[in-house]
């Protein structure tokens, strides 16, 4: 099938955020250890993108995913378990003659070295996205289109297809790209890194976490990444317990008549916003990235400053630790709103456990 059909939309309609990328059918261990002394599996769903689309969808905001699945059982479970979250899958194409990609997973933390990741999503229908059957005119209207370097690893055709999305041209919405660096992933390692620069350096918000912007450009430490990467209006560089620092100058999202180019070198004007994590008692140490995401952005959405957006992703990303799973529900807006405006001592004093996202559930502070 061919790519997704034009549509038009007024503000009222048109999605707020455009995720693309795959999403696969995941297989959740039903308990701890390898792969191979797990003795089943629950069925689940993931991919950054989707991950992204389904939190800001619980968040109130109009989301859409765009991508393409098999013409098969797990390509349904796939479509029908995201638009679930209230998500706009009707950019996504089924394709006859290749698989939805699947894998599964133990339960560690991706980190660590007893993880372990067994992916069958060569060939996928997502890895065979391109300029050709996802064309940028037929993508919904959006304020932000959001991307992850995991697509730019699928395929030759997907890695064109971010190229031309990330390209400046007139009405370009606000390019989010998230650098999910994944050496596996790619079948020409020595190449990623290069890639996935040139890819942060042609978009508006960039998130990448120390670990990965070291292992792949060997540059250390929030003030090296951002003399790597002078050209995006905000980058936020995720700095585990650390917490998050951010480099911005452009604290909105891009007029529909703005032409987004890159400038030379750091700007003068940048402002350093650095915010403190969250104590969280972790449930699964997964899909934190993705939610926190979700969370800056919707706060973005939303014109809040920096410190809240920074404040917005740490609590959407407290949820989705504090549950067994890749996605929840996130906190009420009202909720997260009132955490996110403490001062800073008593920020610093919450601790946030299971449970800790319900209405009537009492945060604790230590």
């Not at 790519?3 to 007024?10: E, H, N, Q, S, W």
Request: some cysteine; charged content about 20%; aromatic content about 6%.
């Amino acid at each position: 099938m061919s790519g997704t059909p034009a549509r038009t939309a007024d503000a009222a309609t048109a999605a707020e955020v455009v995720c693309l990328g795959e999403s696969m059918v995941t297989f959740l261990p039903s308990q701890p250890g390898r792969l191979a002394d797990v003795p089943s599996f629950g069925r689940g769903i993931g991919g950054a993108e989707s991950n992204v689309a389904c939190a800001l969808a619980a968040a109130g905001h109009r989301a859409a995913w765009v991508s393409r699945a098999g013409a098969d059982g797990f390509g349904d479970h796939l479509v029908e378990a995201i638009a679930g979250y209230g998500v706009d899958t009707s950019g996504v194409r089924r394709d006859p003659s290749r698989p939805t990609g699947i894998y599964f997973r133990t339960a560690t933390d991706r980190a660590t070295d007893v993880h372990e990741v067994a992916y069958y999503r060569a060939g996928s229908a997502a890895s065979a996205m391109s300029p050709a059957n996802i064309p940028y005119a037929t993508l919904p209207a959006t304020r932000i289109l959001h991307l992850s370097g995991i697509t730019a690893a699928l395929s030759a055709d997907c890695l064109a297809l971010l190229h031309d999305l990330t390209g400046p041209r007139p009405g370009r919405p606000l390019i989010s790209f998230d650098v999910n660096h994944r050496p596996g992933l790619w079948r020409d390692a020595d190449a990623s890194p290069e890639v996935l620069l040139d890819l942060a350096r042609r978009s508006d918000l960039v998130f990448v976490g120390e670990d990965e912007a070291e292992e792949a450009w060997g540059v250390t430490g929030a003030e090296a990444i951002r003399a790597a990467l002078p050209e995006p209006a905000t980058l936020v560089v995720k700095r585990g317990a650390d917490g998050a620092t951010v480099f911005s100058r452009a604290a909105g999202i891009p007029d529909a008549d703005d032409v987004t180019t890159v400038s030379d070198g750091i700007p003068d004007a940048d402002i350093v916003t650095t915010v403190p994590a969250l104590r969280v008692d972790v449930v699964a140490p997964v899909g934190a990235g993705d939610a926190f995401a979700a969370g800056f952005l919707s706060a973005t959405l939303r014109e809040l400053p920096v410190r809240d957006r920074v404040r917005h992703g740490h609590l959407m990303a407290a949820a989705v630790l504090t549950v067994p799973g890749d996605l929840t529900a996130p906190p009420a807006r009202a909720h997260a709103d009132s955490l996110a405006a403490l001062d800073d001592e008593a920020w610093g004093r919450l601790r946030l456990g299971p449970g800790w996202t319900g209405d009537d559930q009492e945060v604790r502070t230590t």
